[in-house]
C-alpha cells in the first residue's frame, strides 16, 4: 500500500509539494507516478517516473508546473505543484507499476495505489 501526503488548499497561483511512501513496494517498483481525479471526471495520470535513470514523463496539462522527483534512499515519491490553478482541483493518487509503453501509462498498467490525497485551488 502506498501512502500519500501533504495535500491540502491553496489559492491559485500558490506551489504544493505531495509525497508518497512505501519502501515495500517503490523500492522495487518499475514505474511510479501520480494520477488524479476530480468529481465526475475520469482518473488521469499527471506524472510518472521510471526508477531506472529517473526518466519522468508529465501530462500536457502540467507541463512546466510540476515536478516530479523520487528520493531513492527514503523511497519517497514527491510531486512539486507550482502555479496551481483551479482545474488543478482533484483527488491525487500515488501509483506503482509497469506501462505497457514508456510513457505516462493509463491506470490500467498500475497495480499499487495509495488512498489519495485532496488538492484544492480556489
Known amino acids: 500500500q502506498l501512502v500519500e501526503s501533504g495535500g491540502g488548499s491553496v489559492q491559485a497561483g500558490g506551489s504544493l509539494n505531495v509525497s508518497c511512501v512505501a519502501p515495500?513496494?517503490?523500492?522495487?517498483?518499475?514505474?511510479i507516478g501520480w494520477f488524479r481525479q476530480a468529481p465526475g471526471k475520469e482518473r488521469e495520470g499527471v506524472a510518472a517516473l521510471y526508477t531506472a535513470g529517473d526518466s519522468t514523463f508529465y501530462a500536457d496539462s502540467v507541463q512546466g508546473r510540476f515536478t516530479i522527483s523520487y528520493d531513492h534512499a527514503e523511497n519517497t515519491l514527491f510531486l512539486q505543484m507550482d502555479s496551481l490553478q483551479l482545474e488543478d482541483t482533484a483527488l491525487y493518487y500515488c501509483?506503482?507499476?509497469?506501462?505497457?509503453?514508456?510513457?505516462?501509462?493509463?491506470?490500467?498498467?498500475?497495480?499499487?495505489w495509495g488512498q489519495g490525497t485532496q488538492v484544492t485551488v480556489s
Open positions: 515495500g513496494v517503490t523500492r522495487n517498483a518499475y514505474c
Open positions: 501509483a506503482a507499476g509497469r506501462p505497457k509503453y514508456t510513457g505516462l501509462g493509463t491506470a490500467a498498467d498500475f497495480n499499487y
